[in-house]
């Protein structure tokens, strides 16, 4: 069975750093293309980040680009969120969540939908 | 950015009813190259992450009953439930997997009238 468990919210002031955890089990997590994507309580869904399978390309959103880091550590089986200088609206539940991989006859691509998703972990930045 | 604009925000069916949500993309997301669109759809049920429901717009995910379909193609997407079921009670959301920022509609809550 599929698993994905984060772990590391915190209350956190502004301006301070927080590192999440995504704990994956139940299938090769070296091979999928790894996403976080938050919410704030009762509202939508918002991406914020991408990893490749080996670590060497990331991809971010705007409002988190060069304050947030992904990670994974492969051998761990684990996705990290690296989270500086946070701000009142990063305040939110964290999801890490599993790309979806697709197939043809000949070969299989990572798509940037989601097919696996953990309970998620809540940040909540204020003083 | 592509921004997905669903409507409408909310809707109360009766059960066994039909249920229709929309999805517009602000720019087209069929790729030419396969002749696919790159569009999701997700169901959150309260206090429980998303669940994958449809993916290329219309492709049902392993395990998601029949009453679930998708359509639509460029711009304009439906996500049906042919006969709404109480389980059925739920937020749900498109997706546009397209390019970064993968962007997410604001979500239409589905209530039994």
């Known amino acids: 069975e599929v698993q994905l468990v984060e772990s590391g919210g915190d209350l956190v002031q502004p301006g301070g750093s927080l590192r999440l955890s995504c704990a994956a089990s139940?299938?090769?997590?070296?091979?999928?293309?790894m996403h976080w994507v938050r919410q704030v309580p009762g509202k939508g869904l918002v991406w914020v980040s991408r990893?490749?399978?080996?670590?060497?390309?990331?991809t971010y959103a705007d409002s988190v680009k060069g304050r947030f880091t992904i990670s994974r550590d492969n051998a761990k089986n684990t996705l990290y969120l690296q989270m500086n200088s946070l701000r009142a609206e990063d305040t939110a539940f964290y999801y890490c969540a599993r790309d979806k991989i697709y197939c043809s006859s000949t070969n299989c691509w990572g798509g940037d939908w989601f097919d696996s998703w953990g309970q998620g972990t809540l940040v909540t930045v204020s003083s | 950015d592509i921004v997905m604009t669903q409507s409408p925000d909310s809707l109360a069916v009766s059960l066994g009813e039909r249920a229709t949500i929309k999805c517009k993309s602000s720019?087209?997301?069929?790729?030419?190259?396969?002749?696919?669109?790159?569009l999701s759809w997700y169901q959150q049920k309260p206090g429980q992450p998303p669940k994958l429901l449809i993916y290329?717009?219309?492709t049902r995910e392993s395990g998601v009953p029949d009453r679930f379909s998708g359509s639509g193609s460029g711009t304009d997407f439906t996500l049906t439930i042919s006969s709404l079921q109480a389980e059925d009670v739920a937020v749900y959301y498109c997706q546009q997997y397209y390019g970064p920022p993968f962007t997410f509609g604001g979500g239409t809550r589905v209530e039994i009238k």
């Open positions: 720019q087209s997301i069929l790729y030419n190259s396969n002749n696919k669109n790159f």
């Open positions: 990893i490749n399978i080996d670590g060497s390309t990331t």
């Open positions: 290329w717009a219309s």
């Open positions: 139940g299938f090769t997590f070296s091979g999928h293309w």
